[in-house]
């Protein structure tokens, strides 16, 4: 399953760690604050899309397709 996670904060980071031991694929991060992600997805390893808003996440077709998923923090 891809996964989009909207707010990076102390929560949200057990949840990318769960996920990434789970196997899932994390294809988006959102936060207002950007470096946010890019922090968590340098600690975990992963290259997500990084986004400062969650308009361009809800709004993209193809994110939803296949079986794709979003969490929102």
């Known amino acids: 399953m ?7 904060g102390a929560i949200s980071t057990m949840h990318i760690a769960a996920l990434c031991e789970l196997g899932e694929e994390i294809v988006a991060l959102c936060d207002i ?7 968590a997805a340098e600690k975990y390893g992963i290259a997500p899309k990084i986004y400062e808003n969650d308009v361009p996440v809800f709004t993209r077709e193809d994110f939803f397709r296949d079986n794709e998923s979003v969490y929102i923090q």
């Open 2 to 8: 891809k996964v989009g996670i909207i707010g990076i």
């Open 33 to 39: 604050l950007p470096e946010r992600c890019r922090l």
